[in-house]
């Protein structure tokens, strides 16, 4: 192959590098965020722990999005327990969840818990499949259980 021919092949795919349209997937995943929270990391064995789900609308636009709840179809949660189990959160699946439109710059707020029943280290992992294609992955926490204090 000469010189030249080389030259425009690689001008050719620096072209349909360049021009190549993004992965819409990737892109959605920039729409929303998913934040997952507990109030604190340490909690006693037996004592409810709170997670909090935020789901963020971080474009200009409204989106429309399927309502919180613990369903396949909206908020998958689950637990690991430090037995290497895991657990998910009991859903109602079947349900039929509403489509509702998230404000620009806005966020929904879900709250749902667990009572940890082994002692140690355990991990929480979110997903959302209420909009597009691809869950939405939120960030894992980890939280310990720890015996109470006898008073």
Same mark, same amino acid.
Do not use: C, H, W
């Given at each position: @192959?000469?010189? !030249?021919?080389?030259?425009?092949?690689l /001008?050719?795919?620096?072209?349909?590098?360049?021009?190549?349209?993004?992965?819409?997937?990737? /892109?959605? $995943?920039?729409?929303?965020?998913?934040?997952?929270?507990?109030?604190? @990391? #340490?909690? %006693?064995?037996?004592e409810?722990v709170?997670?909090?789900?935020?789901? #963020?609308?971080?474009?200009d636009?409204?989106l429309?999005?399927?309502?919180? /709840?613990?369903?396949?179809?909206?908020?998958?949660? $689950?637990?690991?327990?430090?037995?290497n189990?895991? $657990?998910? *959160?009991l /859903?109602?699946? &079947? *349900?039929?969840?509403?489509?509702?439109?998230l404000?620009? !710059?806005? %966020?929904? !707020?879900?709250v749902?818990?667990?009572?940890?029943?082994? *002692? &140690? $280290?355990?991990?929480?992992?979110? %997903?959302?499949? &209420?909009? =597009?294609?691809?869950?939405l992955? &939120?960030?894992?926490?980890?939280?310990?259980?720890? %015996? =109470?204090?006898? !008073?």
């Amino acid at each position: @192959m000469s010189r !030249k021919a080389l030259r425009v092949v690689l /001008a050719i795919l620096l072209l349909v590098m360049f021009f190549k349209t993004p992965n819409s997937v990737y /892109a959605q $995943e920039n729409l929303l965020e998913l934040l997952v929270k507990t109030d604190r @990391m #340490i909690y %006693r064995l037996d004592e409810s722990v709170f997670i909090t789900l935020y789901l #963020i609308n971080n474009t200009d636009e409204p989106l429309e999005v399927v309502e919180p /709840a613990v369903d396949r179809n909206s908020f998958n949660v $689950e637990i690991m327990q430090p037995n290497n189990k895991k $657990e998910k *959160l009991l /859903a109602i699946y &079947g *349900l039929e969840l509403k489509k509702i439109r998230l404000y620009s !710059k806005k %966020r929904l !707020k879900f709250v749902t818990k667990f009572t940890p029943e082994l *002692l &140690g $280290e355990y991990q929480i992992n979110v %997903r959302y499949n &209420g909009f =597009g294609q691809k869950p939405l992955v &939120g960030n894992p926490v980890k939280l310990f259980v720890v %015996r =109470g204090i006898k !008073k």
